[in-house]
């Protein structure tokens, strides 16, 4: 059974910053498309970066230059660095993973993705 465990601080300021990471058992992240969504209140979820099978990463606008998606292989381990924290940065984020596929155009279609974290709630304050 493949699982996908994510850990991070919950609770921080405006500016703060935070790493998550996302690590699996069974499945090897660098067979496939991975990513990282997110789910603020009220709202759907959405897609926030992902890092490919090659390792490159690609990322949503609204968090492009302030968000690092990556990988270490020996550790079979995701990371989403999180930098320059906004309060609309808080939300449940959630890892994901498709083996076997390139990420694609649409990696930010959550039905693409066969296996998900459990989340974890990020809150940032004002």
């Known amino acids: 059974q493949v699982q996908l465990v994510e850990f991070g601080v919950d609770l921080l300021q405006t500016g703060g910053f935070l790493k998550l990471s996302c690590s699996a058992s069974?499945?090897?992240?660098?067979?496939?498309?991975s990513a990282w969504f997110r789910q603020a209140p009220g709202q759907e979820r959405a897609g926030v970066a992902l890092?490919?099978?090659?390792?490159?990463?690609k990322y949503a606008d609204a968090v492009k230059g302030r968000f690092t998606s990556y990988r270490d292989n020996t550790k079979n381990t995701l990371y989403l660095q999180m930098n320059s924290l906004k309060p609309e940065d808080t939300a449940i984020y959630y890892c994901?993973?498709?083996?076997?596929?390139?990420?694609?155009?649409?990696?930010?279609?959550?039905?693409?993705?066969?296996?998900w974290g459990q989340g974890t709630q990020v809150t940032v304050s004002s």
């Open positions: 994901a993973a498709e083996p076997e596929f390139w990420c694609g155009d649409n990696w930010y279609i959550e039905g693409k993705y066969d296996y």
């Open positions: 069974v499945y090897t992240f660098r067979s496939g498309c």
């Open positions: 890092i490919d099978r090659d390792g490159s990463p």
